[in-house]
Structures are given as C-alpha cells and as structure tokens.
C-alpha cells in the first residue's frame, strides 16, 4: 500500500511541474487563439455584410421598375393629399342664416329681354341660368325649381 501512495506522489509531482512550465506558454496560446477567434469573427461579419450588400443591390437592380413605378406612385399620392389641402376651394357668395343658406352672386346677374329673344331663351330656362349665375349646383336647382337634374343638365346647351 506504501508503493501505491508513492506512486500517486510522483504523479501529482509531475503534474506540478508539467502546470508550472505550461503555464506561461498556456496563457500566451490562449491569447494568440483569441485574437484568431476575434479576427476570423470579425472576418465573418464583414463578409456576410458584404454579401447582404450584394444581395440586396441585386434585389434593388432586379425589382427597379417596381420600384420606380412605386415611388412615382407615393409622388403622385403626396401631390394630391398637398393639393387637397392648399387647394380647398371654397363657395363663394353662400352665406347661412338661421339654418337656411341664402345664396348671393357676387356679380349681379341682370336679364336683357332683346339677347333672351335673339338667342331663343324661354323664361324658364333663364331661370335656370339665373341660378346657376347665383352658384347653386344642378342638385340643389333641380330640388328648388322640381324638375329632375338631367334637365338642369340639358337647359345650358341652348
């Protein structure tokens, strides 16, 4: 029993002075794989970046016509929200009083029996002239005149 625990003595001596030279050469050796670990990751990532590059300048080159056709597309839809917007044309001459819109021309419309009779005006149709003068829309001179909006419609072809 005294030759086994010899034995495992001269072992662990061994192994002490197997650690106590490794040591210095060990942590060199694992300072130089970090640095290649590190570089060959950094290396890696440049790469993939690189070919992520690549892939979509391809994906821009193989899909430009849709992509043109897309931007001219969101130009086009931009231009019309802005001229919605600053272009708001309003009414002019209509005015609300007490829940009732009165409508007012802003130039006065004034009837000249002697043009009426050259041109073959009947009353009836001045009248729808007059309003429309006044900035009424077919609709609303159809429902005050009660007739239908397809002869508003037909009146100003006289």
């Not at 005006?121 to 609303?140: D, K, P, T, Y």
């Amino acid at each position: 029993m005294y030759i086994f625990f010899e034995d495992i003595k001269n072992s662990l001596n061994s192994l002490k002075s197997y650690l106590k030279k490794l040591t210095l050469t060990d942590i060199k050796m694992a300072k130089f794989r970090y640095k290649m670990i590190l570089i060959y990751g950094l290396s890696l990532a440049v790469l993939l970046f690189y070919l992520k590059w690549i892939e979509i300048k391809f994906l821009i080159w193989s899909k430009a016509y849709d992509i043109y056709i897309g931007l001219i597309a969101l130009f086009f839809t931009l231009l019309g929200i802005w001229l919605a917007k600053n272009l708001n044309f309003k009414k002019q001459g209509i005015v609300e009083h007490e829940g009732q819109m009165i409508h007012r021309s802003a130039i006065s419309f004034e009837s000249n029996k002697m043009n009426q009779v050259i041109c073959n005006i009947s009353n009836r149709e001045l009248e729808v002239l007059q309003l429309m003068a006044n900035g009424m829309s077919n609709i609303e001179i159809a429902n005050e005149l009660f007739v239908s909006v397809n002869t508003i419609k037909n009146h100003p072809k006289v």
